[in-house]
C-alpha cells in the first residue's frame, strides 16, 4: 500500500503561481512512477503531467505545457506540480496518483490516489 496526501491548493488570480505537492509514505517511492490528474467540477478527471520514477522523463497535457512543472524528490518521498501562469481554467481538485511499470497518461492504469487538493483561479 501507498498513502499520498496532497497539499498547496488554495485561491490564486490568474497569471499567478501555486506549487502542490504529494507526500508519499508506506512504500519505497523511489519504485513508483507518478502522475497529476485533475478534475473540474461537471467535468471527467483528466492528465495533467506524468513523471518516471527517477524523474528522468515528464510528460505534459498540451493545456498545460509550458506553465506546469512535474518534478519528485525521493529522498524526501515527495512529488511536486508546479503551476505558473494559472488560467480560471485550471480551476480543478488536483490528485496525484502512482503506479509501477512505466509512466502512463491514463488515469485508470494508476494504482494509488491521494484524496486532491483544490486550486481555484479567479479571474
Known amino acids: 500500500q501507498v498513502q499520498l496526501v496532497e497539499s498547496g491548493g488554495g485561491l490564486v488570480q490568474a497569471g499567478g503561481s501555486l506549487r502542490v505537492s504529494c507526500a508519499a509514505s508506506?512504500?519505497?517511492?523511489?519504485?513508483?512512477?507518478m502522475g497529476w490528474f485533475r478534475q473540474a467540477p461537471g467535468k471527467e478527471r483528466e492528465f495533467v503531467a506524468a513523471?518516471?520514477?527517477?524523474?528522468?522523463?515528464?510528460y505534459y497535457a498540451d493545456s498545460v505545457k509550458g506553465r506546469f512543472t512535474i518534478y519528485r524528490n525521493n529522498l524526501r518521498n515527495t512529488g511536486y506540480l508546479q503551476m505558473n501562469s494559472l488560467k480560471p481554467e485550471d480551476t480543478a481538485v488536483y490528485y496525484c496518483?502512482?503506479?509501477?511499470?512505466?509512466?502512463?497518461?491514463?488515469?485508470?492504469?494508476?494504482?494509488?490516489w491521494g484524496q486532491g487538493t483544490q486550486v481555484t483561479v479567479s479571474s
Open positions: 513523471i518516471s520514477w527517477s524523474g528522468g522523463s515528464t
Open positions: 496518483a502512482v503506479r509501477r511499470g512505466g509512466s502512463s497518461l491514463s488515469d485508470n492504469e494508476y494504482d494509488y
Open positions: 508506506g512504500r519505497t517511492f523511489s519504485n513508483y512512477d
